[in-house]
């Protein structure tokens, strides 16, 4: 995965080859895809991207605890 940020242009292209890197990418922002493209505006820096990743994994882990308690 690539990602390309057009600071004039206020935009982040994400260039991603493998369906399963955009699928990925997608669970963190809403993107629309097209021949491995996707444009997202405002820009994401890549510290942006995996502060959202490490909050997914936090809140993914949070939730499976609650769930085996809940289930004793």
């Known amino acids: 995965?690539?990602?390309?940020?057009?600071?004039?242009?206020?935009?982040?292209?994400?260039?991603a080859d493998?369906?399963?890197?955009q699928d990925k990418l997608s669970r963190l922002?809403?993107?629309?895809?097209?021949a491995g493209e996707a444009v997202l505006q405002p820009l994401i820096l890549r510290k942006e991207l995996l502060r959202?990743?490490?909050?997914?994994?936090?809140?993914?882990r949070v939730t499976s605890r609650e769930a085996e308690s809940s289930s004793r």
């Not at 057009?6 to 292209?13: F, L, M, P, Y």
């Not at 922002?29 to 097209?34: E, G, I, K």
């Open 1 to 15: 995965m690539l990602n390309v940020i057009g600071i004039r242009d206020g935009e982040s292209r994400f260039l």
């Open 18 to 21: 493998p369906p399963i890197s």
């Open 29 to 34: 922002v809403a993107l629309d895809w097209y």
């Open 52 to 60: 959202l990743g490490s909050q997914r994994n936090v809140e993914s």
